[in-house]
């Protein structure tokens, strides 16, 4: 019965360490600096027409086209 009682604190007081540790990693952006993360500059691809134009170059050297929405392949002139 004790020994059981000292395992349930021991768990207990590991779960409390473990929550006050990432505790810390929650952050709430404020509500005035929400617009800098709204930013282009901050989008996953920040101009889709380079990233287009990127991925057209990349699919032209390699000679396969597919999966992202651009067809031809080869010569580029597509």
């Known amino acids: 019965m004790t020994l059981s009682l000292i395992r349930s604190g021991r768990t207990l007081l590991t779960l409390l ?3 006050l540790l990432f505790s810390g ?3 709430r952006v404020p509500p005035w600096d929400r617009d800098l993360l709204a930013e282009k500059k901050m989008q ?3 101009d889709p027409m ?26 580029g002139c597509n």
């Open 17 to 19: 360490v473990l929550s």
């Open 25 to 27: 990693c929650i952050t």
């Open 44 to 46: 996953l691809i920040p």
């Open 50 to 75: 380079e990233n287009e134009m990127d991925e057209k170059i990349s699919f032209s050297k390699e000679g396969s086209s597919g999966g992202q929405g651009i067809g031809g392949g080869g010569c």
